[in-house]
């Protein structure tokens, strides 16, 4: 059976009623959005200033109501702000983690300003210095060039030019490195666990068995491990795969790796059952498998992308017990793909030479060779192209230095990228990486950023105390072997701002012990930018919530930015290993989605205490859906939804008029009280432009049962035969 499983923020807060003398205040945000454009730092590494507050921890002497918080003022969002009280003085004070060169304050004043006030430096929190002083503020927006060093920055304000509080749109604090380029440096080498391979190095079946011993039952382990092979050919090659190990080629396409031999996973470790063989990747490499058919036999979290398979693929494991998986993209198996008993699987924009047959949900978006569309019987999804994608970037070798290449976004793709020469797309030097390795703080970390450097993370573990925040556009931050980021002390491990083309890939954020209301914000809340151009993309980005030791998070990934794509993520709250139970890993919501237009392409979530998905925003679509309801809910009252049985694995909001999604499935197999009932598994308001295609739920042995599909409709799941109850189209 499956072995598979974000946050919940409360909704937007209710504003007080606005006060008359703020009936300009929507001319006021217009000026300011276009104020904000002009004011923002360029995007090279050397460009200064930077914007070095927004998201960071904030305090202040005094808030107006509820409403009006100091975090409001460094969010990014020019229709949220800070207030105080009506009194004199008052502060805001934000901590930027580290002692950092500072170059210039904007403040965005709300119509209640500051007449007199200063700009105060301290690199403790207890001594300040003065960096800028007036007593004729103008209220406005404020660009004050400032010098110092400083961790803590504050506005000290002294008398108000109203009668009411001071009140901030945003503080916004930026940083120079003085001399224009950066002060940490980039490139480097790739760590410790990073393994690159030519043709010409001795024992390669040594180094990568040494590996696979460690890492083939290391389900919760600390180990990381990546093998990055040069362009060339490599003869009697079995690469077996194991937990949080990473295998990839360094050509431009996967055909300038060559392995004569296998890329393999099986489930020797678990007696034959490949439903825990998650938290591995296969990318960027040709096979010639020596039986002419290669082994994949994976579940959630294992990527097999840019993958050339010169021969067949088999999914199952030897034995064909069970399998869990998985996801496929950008491309070719010569021959045909056999899932046999692989329950799920998604493939995209890819070329395969046919497919042997289905379980329960096997879907297909921009496949070359898929079979045609014939849910419910057989089980097969297909569209013909994905309306938006962009693949993952990789490391490869120019000549011989290293570089990331970054592909270009796609519309309505299909096939390969790489079928036609090399895949589209832009190269970034090393050197405009700052390669993270084991005992990299978060200071550290956003510095790096602060300058303008991506950031690659070698593999390993990292503990972060505050939020890793990616302000510039176009940012890259690129794991290896699975890299692992655990938030401390309840922070949120990362923060993207409303900006385009971030792209986020291949590492895993492990919640800690301290309940971290998020885990990973794209955007802020209310962000409104058309991102459609250039969007955030998150792929092989993945949420774990217990398993590996307590962990506690409300919700995993909040979505705010428009047209962000989620391509491959899997969200999920542990039903097995260590500190898993249902208040010890509590984690009541997997991803809420609040911007509009965005696309997710291979959507697991798993076991959250409610809703595992909530989808706010409109325009949304979804293609395929993977879901497996908590295990381990004590009776029917814990899962209790007012009037309604259960929490939707997937729930689009009342208030979306347009929503689409393609290929979904919910599973329950709730072995603590098999009597709980489940009264669907999608919910979803029911309005013209809301549409479903091809969904199913299923009991898994009769532990609990789903009274319909989706809202009211579609047939109960029934007895212990593990029979899905399907619906075509809905409504």
């Given at each position: ?9 409360s ?26 454009f ?5 995007t ?15 305090t ?12 409001d ?40 300003y500051a ?69 940490l440096p ?64 360094l ?38 498998p ?53 329950q ?43 309306p ?82 990616v ?15 655990v ?27 301290v ?24 792929q ?14 409300t919700t ?8 962000a ?5 899997w ?6 290993g260590?500190?898993v ?26 076991h ?35 009037t ?7 729930k ?24 709980i ?33 989706i ?21």
């Open positions: 059976m499956s072995e598979n499983g974000t946050v919940a923020v909704s937007p807060r209710r504003r007080q009623p606005a006060r008359p003398r703020r009936a300009l205040v929507g001319a006021v945000v217009g000026a300011l959005v276009s104020a904000l002009v004011l923002l730092p360029a090279t590494a050397s460009a200064a200033p930077v914007l070095l507050s927004q998201g960071k921890p904030v202040a002497s005094s808030q107006e109501h509820y409403g009006t918080p100091a975090s003022a460094v969010d990014g969002n020019l229709t949220t702000r800070w207030s105080s009280a009506a009194s004199d003085p008052q502060w805001i004070r934000i901590d930027l983690g580290a002692p950092t060169a500072v170059s210039q304050v904007v403040l965005r004043w709300e119509a209640a007449k007199a006030y200063r700009i105060e430096l301290s690199t403790n929190g207890t001594d300040w210095s003065t960096a800028y002083s007036t007593t004729t503020g103008a209220g406005g927006t404020e660009t004050l060039n400032v010098s110092g060093t400083a961790r803590y920055v504050r506005m000290y304000g002294v008398s108000r030019a109203t009668q009411y509080g001071y009140s901030l749109w945003e503080f916004q604090v930026y940083g120079s490195d003085g001399d224009g380029g950066p002060t980039g490139g480097g080498d790739l760590g410790p666990n990073v393994d690159i391979i030519d043709p010409s190095t001795p024992d390669i079946q040594g180094k990568l068995d040494a590996v696979f011993k460690q890492q083939e039952s290391a389900q919760f382990g600390s180990g990381r491990h990546a093998f990055l092979f040069k362009p060339g050919t490599y003869n009697t090659i079995n690469a077996q795969i194991g937990f949080y190990t990473q295998i990839a080629g050509g431009l396409r996967p055909d300038d790796t060559t392995f004569n031999g296998d890329v393999t996973v099986d489930a020797g470790w678990a007696g034959g059952n490949a439903t825990q063989n998650f938290w591995r990747a296969a990318e960027n490499l040709a096979l010639n020596v039986s002419g058919t290669d082994r994949w036999a994976v579940a959630q979290a294992s990527s097999f992308r840019r993958m050339h398979v010169k021969g067949g693929l088999n999914l199952a494991p030897a034995g064909y017990g069970w399998a869990s998986g998985g996801y496929t993209a950008d491309s070719k198996v010569d021959g045909t793909v056999g899932p046999y008993s692989q799920q699987w998604y493939t995209r924009d890819s070329s395969i030479g046919g497919w042997t047959n289905g379980v329960w949900n096997m879907t297909f978006s921009g496949v070359e060779g898929a079979p045609a569309n014939s849910f419910p019987e057989p089980r097969y999804t297909t569209l013909d192209t994905t938006v994608s962009r693949e993952k970037p990789f490391l490869y070798l120019d000549g011989g230095e290293m570089k990331v290449f970054a592909p270009a976004k796609r519309t309505n793709a299909r096939g390969t990228t790489w079928a036609n020469g090399t895949t589209p797309g832009d190269s970034i030097p090393l050197s405009k990486f700052y390669v993270v390795k084991p005992g990299a703080t978060a200071a550290t970390i956003n510095a790096a950023l602060a300058q303008g450097l991506n950031l690659l993370f070698t593999p390993g573990i990292y503990h972060v105390d505050q939020p890793i925040q302000n510039r556009p176009d940012t890259i931050v690129l794991g290896l072997g699975l890299a692992t980021i938030p401390d002390n309840g922070v949120t491990a990362m923060k993207v701002a409303d900006v385009d083309g971030v792209r986020l890939a291949g590492f895993l954020i492990d919640a800690g012990p309940n971290s209301t998020t885990l990973l914000e794209i955007g802020p809340s209310g962000a409104t930018a058309d991102h459609s151009a250039d969007p955030v993309t998150l092989d980005v993945y949420f774990r919530i217990g398993g590996a030791g307590p962990g506690k998070a995993s990934l909040v979505v705010n930015s428009n047209n794509i989620i391509d491959h993520t969200v999920w709250r542990a039903d097995h260590g500190g139970g249902w208040d010890t890993n509590r984690a009541d919501y997997g991803v809420r989605v609040n911007g509009n237009d965005v696309l997710a392409t291979g959507l697991f979530v798993e959250f205490n409610k809703y595992d998905v909530e989808w706010h925003g409109e325009r949304g679509r979804t293609i395929f859906f993977q879901n497996e309801k908590a295990y381990d809910a004590p009776n029917q009252a814990a899962i209790q939804n007012g309604t049985k259960g929490y939707a694995a997937y689009v909001d009342d208030s979306v008029t347009t929503h689409e999604a393609w290929g979904m499935g919910s599973y329950c197999n709730y072995t603590a009280d098999p009597s009932r489940q009264d669907h598994g999608f919910e979803a308001p029911v309005k013209p432009g809301v549409k479903f295609h091809d969904l199913l739920v299923v009991s898994l042995g009769g532990n609990g049962q789903y009274e319909h599909v809202n009211d409709t579609g047939q109960a799941t029934s007895g212990t035969a593990t029979v899905p109850s399907t619906v075509v189209s809905y409504p």
